[in-house]
Nanobody, 124 residues
Framework: QVQLVESGGGLVQAGGSLRLSCEVS????????MGWFQQAPGKKREFVAG????????LYADSVKGRFTISGDNAKGTVYLQMNNLKPEDTAVYYC?????????????????WGQGTQVTVSS
């Protein structure tokens, strides 16, 4: 069983930055593809960024390209989402997800494990 715990959310002004963390426990972190998703009130959960097993490739939603960066630290078993130049439309609950797979996955149902989510609120 894999457990994911997100942290790092909060309230920030537009143009500010936050770094989200997702700590993975229960299995060897390096075998998993990891993703970050966002879900705003009344909307579907949407892909934000993903990193493949071993960190060989990353993928971003068009809305966050150039502003967000996903990275992983195998030694710490943690995946990060660095979010810069935040906009009010980035306001959402952010979820970390994992699946034992080789490639980046963008559809929520493709992931087997989820964290509890962390709230990000960007004020204008």
């Amino acid at each position: 069983q894999v457990q994911l715990v997100e942290s790092g959310g909060g309230l920030v002004q537009a143009g500010g930055s936050l770094r989200l963390s997702c700590e993975v426990s229960g299995r060897t972190f390096s075998g998993y593809t990891m993703g970050w998703f966002q879900q705003a009130p009344g909307k579907k959960r949407e892909f934000v960024a993903g990193i493949s097993r071993g960190g060989g490739s990353t993928l971003y939603a068009d809305s966050v390209k150039g502003r967000f960066t996903i990275s992983g630290d195998n030694a710490k078993g943690t995946v990060y989402l660095q979010m810069n130049n935040l906009k009010p439309e980035d306001t959402a609950v952010y979820y970390c997800a994992a699946r034992f797979a080789a490639f980046v996955l963008t559809i929520p149902t493709e992931y087997d494990y989820w964290g509890q989510g962390t709230q990000v609120t960007v004020s204008s």
